[in-house]
């Protein structure tokens, strides 16, 4: 059993920045990829960004060259960096991971970009 708490979240206006953070705990040895989604409503959840245990990244099309995601096994933490932040960023960001070939999910965290 893994729990994936996400915090960073709030408003920001065109441009700015924020920076997500997922802790994981419970058997958080058995994790694998992990990385984070996002979902606005009446749309299907997104991909922003994977990271593998070894540190292979991926980033979605959408946020390439503005997000970066950096994963910390010793602190059981996953974060997301998103810079020059757009309003169509607007999302519940949700953490994820995979655990014994089974996704878990955060409960997620509001980012609202507007002026």
């Known amino acids: 059993q893994v729990q994936l708490v996400e915090s960073g979240g709030g408003l920001v206006q065109p441009g700015g920045s924020l920076r997500l953070s997922c802790t994981a705990s419970?058997?958080?040895?058995?994790?694998?990829?992990m990385g984070w989604f996002r979902q606005v409503p009446g749309k299907e959840r997104e991909m922003v960004a994977l990271?593998?245990?070894?540190?292979?990244?991926n980033l979605g099309n959408s946020v390439r060259g503005r997000f970066s995601i950096s994963r910390d096994d010793a602190k059981n933490t996953v974060d997301l960096q998103m810079n020059n932040l757009k309003p169509g960023d607007t999302a519940m960001y949700y953490c994820?991971?995979?655990?014994?070939?089974?996704?878990?999910w955060g409960r997620g965290t509001q980012v609202t970009v507007s002026s």
């Open positions: 994820w991971a995979v655990l014994s070939g089974s996704p878990v």
């Open positions: 419970g058997s958080v040895e058995l994790l694998r990829d």
């Open positions: 990271v593998s245990r070894g540190g292979g990244y």
